[in-house]
């Protein structure tokens, strides 16, 4: 049976609308839980109010009408407890089918539009041939990974990509059978293009075994345009990738024609994808692409600055800190954070982005998201760190000219605000000329109290590191319950925050473990889980829970004002 192409297009906005009720769904069971025990602690001070009570009717001489209007109350207060109850766990359930579901349906639309990688090279053999053929060269190609699989347009948006690579490879890089002779080389040129899946994203290599890149036509080609020449190398190969730039003097019909390697930059970025450049003198030349599977989701970590929501995708993510002023310096103008990897260029992301967001003046400790695009890297400031989560983006269109490439879309949120997803590659690209200083207000701190972070998820463990260290408090973190408790007995904490699920010892026997030990059996814990139901959280508690955060409603506020409330009102950080 054949299906039309544009059909595989129909179940997915249906898909995305699923996906968004389910997130919003996912939301209720927690202050629905919130509900039920607020309803149970009314009731149990309304039995309490009425035994109280009754004794002073007595006294009073009230009617026999009176004190059963009483009880009655009593008996309201505890029925709407246990239907509060019945609520919450009716509401766990419903959460838990429609995220089921949410997840089957996303995945039958994934799987229905899922192609062979073969087919995006399909034209490439006759290519090649006939390039050859028109050059006087020998080449051979081959094709790794034709059964690798991804979303149909991930793959269409990669073939004229593909095609104009494979031309420069044959024209460019392949040299002709005397001169491969003449360096010891087999007479056969060979163009390999491979796929392979690095996680959830796809890897595209298109590699020749030619002469590599010509450094001093590109440094010419730079000169011929009015660009500075940069002494970078790898600066030098970016300009190739500009409009225009080409190692060529004069166009051909075969490949450059005027544009360079533009197409395949722009055809990467709409991919919200990245591409790098291997090239060694008289070995050849490797163009390494790496984009998602699938441009229907995008994991992303939401962000606030100036009161606005935005999305950075996860895959542009290099690390995120927590800064404060002596690991700033100036450099010829510039700001930069040192860290172990090297020093990073900083800049606040409500300048890079531009009005109405305004950068406040901070407060002697930044957070910040750490982008990356190919080799280039750049600290961005942000108010708040919000949550990593999946989001259905779509394009922002008739823009115009208030178009940012910063901006590469936008997605709704389960809440129903609007955050704007932005673009690592774009980011870098409008920070490049923000004259933009970081100002940091010092300020004294108060012994910062230490707080343990257990979870063997970086993003969750990095995440809640950063939230608490921005409140000003010390922070240590482990990988497991295991790592805790020993960490726990050699530095000590005044609070222990702990996922739940963790391989070696999870968060319900760290917590019976602090609370059978006569050194820590006071410390404070937090379980912070995705587990929702009643059962799990009333087993939190059994296991000597403080407090028990639910992760689908995590808010940074809550959670500080949990730890601050245990730790206790002189105790904050």
């Known amino acids: 049976m054949w299906v039309r192409v544009a059909k595989l297009d129909d179940p ?32 149990g001070r309304a039995r309490r109010a009425v035994g109280r009570l009754r004794k002073v009717l007595d006294e009073s001489g009230a009617t ?17 407890a246990g239907l509060a109850q019945q609520g919450a766990m009716s509401s766990t359930r419903s959460s838990g089918m429609s995220a089921r579901a949410t997840d089957e349906l996303m995945e039958s639309v994934r799987r229905l539009r899922l192609r062979p990688f073969e087919e995006a090279v399909e034209a490439l053999p006759r290519v090649v041939r006939d390039l050859a053929s028109e050059t006087g060269k020998q080449v051979d190609l081959r094709v790794i990974g034709g059964a690798v699989e991804a979303d149909r347009s991930v793959l269409d948006g990669l073939r004229e990509a593909l095609l104009h690579l494979v031309r420069n490879a044959v024209d460019h890089g392949i040299e002709t059978k005397e001169q491969r002779l003449r360096a010891g080389k087999p007479a056969n040129g060979t163009v390999t ?13 298109v590699r020749d075994d030619g002469s590599g890149l010509d450094l001093a036509a590109a ?8 660009r500075q020449v940069p002494d970078d190398q790898q600066a030098l190969v970016r300009l190739l990738f500009e409009s225009g730039v080409s190692t060529r003097e004069s166009t051909t019909e075969i490949s450059g024609r005027g544009v360079g390697l533009d197409i395949v930059r722009t055809a990467t970025q709409r991919l919200r994808g990245t591409v790098q450049v291997d090239s060694r003198p008289g070995e050849g030349t490797a163009f390494i692409i790496e984009t998602p599977l699938t441009l229907a989701t995008q994991r992303a970590l939401l962000v606030e600055v100036s009161g606005q929501i935005l999305a950075v995708p996860t895959s542009g993510i290099d690390e995120l800190r927590l800064f404060d002023a002596a690991a700033l310096r100036e450099v010829e103008g510039r700001t930069l954070l040192s860290l172990p990897s090297g020093s990073v260029p900083v800049a606040s992301m409500a300048s890079v982005l531009g009005p109405p967001l305004v950068a ?7 957070a910040t998201v750490i982008v990356s695009y190919e080799s280039r890297r750049l600290a961005l400031t942000v ?5 990593e989560t999946e989001l259905v983006v779509r394009p922002i269109d008739n823009a115009g000219g208030a178009a940012s490439p910063a901006i590469a879309g936008a997605a709704l949120l389960p809440t129903g605000r609007i955050a704007l997803v932005l673009s690592a590659f774009g980011l870098l690209e409008r920070a490049s000329g923000v004259e933009d200083r970081i100002r940091v207000r010092a300020t004294k701190h108060a ?8 979870d063997d998820s970086i993003t969750t ?20 319950g295991q790592s805790a408790w020993e960490m726990l007995q050699q530095h000590g904490a005044d609070l222990v925050l702990s996922d739940v699920e963790m391989p070696r010892m999870d968060g319900y026997e760290l917590c019976e473990a602090i609370r059978a030990s006569a050194r820590f059996a006071s410390t404070p814990v937090v379980l912070v889980t995705s587990l929702e139901s009643p059962e799990q959280r009333q087993r939190g508690l059994e296991a000597g829970a403080d407090a028990y955060v639910v992760k689908s409603s995590f808010d940074q506020d809550d959670l500080l004002d949990t730890v601050r409330q245990l730790l206790g009102r002189g105790a904050s950080a």
């Not at 026999?64 to 709407?80: G, P, S, V």
């Not at 440094?219 to 009015?226: C, F, Y």
């Not at 108010?383 to 949550?387: A, I, K, T, Y």
């Open 12 to 43: 997915l906005p249906a898909g995305v609308e699923v996906m968004l009720a389910g997130g919003a769904a996912a939301t209720l069971p927690a202050p629905a839980a919130e509900l039920a025990q607020r309803a149970h602690r009314i009731a």
């Open 64 to 80: 026999e009408a009176d004190r059963r209007l009483l009880t009655e109350l009593a008996e309201e207060a505890t029925a709407l």
């Open 193 to 205: 293009v491979g796929a392979s899946l690095q996680g959830q994203r796809l890897r595209v290599v």
């Open 219 to 226: 440094a010419e080609a730079a000169r011929r345009h009015g």
């Open 360 to 366: 406040p003046e901070a407060d002697g400790r930044l």
């Open 383 to 387: 108010d708040r760190l919000l949550e």
């Open 447 to 454: 012994p910062a109290r230490r707080v343990l972070v257990v």
């Open 461 to 480: 463990r990095t995440l809640e590191q950063s939230v608490l260290q921005a409140a000003g408090f010390e922070v240590l973190t482990a990988v497991d």
